[in-house]
């Protein structure tokens, strides 16, 4: 499974969900400009599980929901698939989004693929917490240092200063 796959996969599932959804995670960065390695697709929609899962069904993609323990700070819900070879998740937001501020990107066959925007995805990364989350975010603010001071503040906001100005002070990151 290579690039090309990823992008194919995410264009068809971004056709299907219409406009209730948007491309995050990795291929999200790799749009705000840090191209990296990735070997699934995600998405958050507004649309509840039952009918992403509908949707998805009418076009023969099968689903699995994993329903999550929002008390002890799961997700509510993530819809679980796979486009061919390639792994997807859908899942609602964790974070307010401005679904109005999303960047269209046109893939190789003339579709839109909706992105969310680079405050957001940051905010979405700085929420999931993990180390290559942080990383992800400590690039795209190298790429986009107009956002550093927000970014820190959103950071602080969740907890997860120390962790963030760890990653933006590493010296891999060049």
């Known amino acids: ?19 209730a959804c948007l491309l995050i995670g990795g291929l999200a960065v790799s749009a705000w400009g840090h191209v990296r390695a990735t070997e699934d697709i995600d998405f958050v929609s507004s649309l509840e599980p039952e009918e992403l899962q509908e949707l998805l069904a009418t076009r023969e993609i099968p689903t699995e929901l994993k329903r999550g323990d929002v008390l002890a700070g799961d997700l509510p819900w993530v819809l679980h698939g796979k486009v061919g070879q390639v792994k997807f998740q859908v899942l609602p937001p964790p974070v307010p989004l401005a679904w109005d501020k999303a960047t269209l990107v046109s893939m190789p066959d003339g579709a839109e693929l909706r992105v969310v925007d680079l405050p957001d995805l940051i905010r979405l990364k700085l929420r999931a917490g993990g180390s290559g989350d942080l990383w992800d975010v400590a690039v795209l603010l190298q790429k986009h240092p107009d956002m550093r001071d927000a970014a820190r503040q ?6 997860r200063l120390k962790d963030l100005d760890a990653w933006l002070d590493d010296p891999r990151l060049g």
């Open 1 to 19: 499974m290579g690039h090309d796959d990823l992008v194919k996969a995410a264009g068809r599932l971004s056709s299907i969900l219409g406009d």
């Open 154 to 159: 959103w950071a602080d906001d969740v907890g």
